[in-house]
Nanobody, 116 residues
Framework: QVQLVESGGGLVQPGGSLRLSCAASGSTFTITTMGWYRQPPGKQRELVATTTRAGNTNYADSVKGRFTISGDNAKATVNLQMNSLKPEDTAVYYC??????????WGQGTQVTVSS
């Protein structure tokens, strides 16, 4: 089992930036991929970005060029730098970890609100 704790959400104006952080604990050696998902109000949870242990990254089309994911295998952390934020980026953001075996682990979520 892996436990995930997110930090860094908040309220920001359109065009602003935020940085989300996630720290994993527990059986972190079993993690293969870490990433961020989000759930906008009234919508389903969706992929934002992921990074593998080898450093391969994947982004949703809606955030390409604006968001950057970075992971540190030694520290079992993953960050999401979000620039040029838009109101449609408003959502609860969840950290996730995929492991060699077992279901995906989720953090508790952190709210990001983009509004003037």
């Amino acid at each position: 089992q892996v436990q995930l704790v997110e930090s860094g959400g908040g309220l920001v104006q359109p065009g602003g930036s935020l940085r989300l952080s996630c720290a994993a604990s527990g059986s972190t050696f079993t993690i293969t991929t870490m990433g961020w998902y989000r759930q906008p109000p009234g919508k389903q949870r969706e992929l934002v970005a992921t990074t593998t242990r080898a450093g391969n990254t994947n982004y949703a089309d809606s955030v390409k060029g604006r968001f950057t994911i970075s992971g540190d295998n030694a520290k079992a952390t993953v960050n999401l730098q979000m620039n040029s934020l838009k109101p449609e980026d408003t959502a609860v953001y969840y950290c996730a970890a995929d492991r060699i075996l077992g279901p995906r682990n989720w953090g508790q979520g952190t709210q990001v609100t983009v509004s003037s």
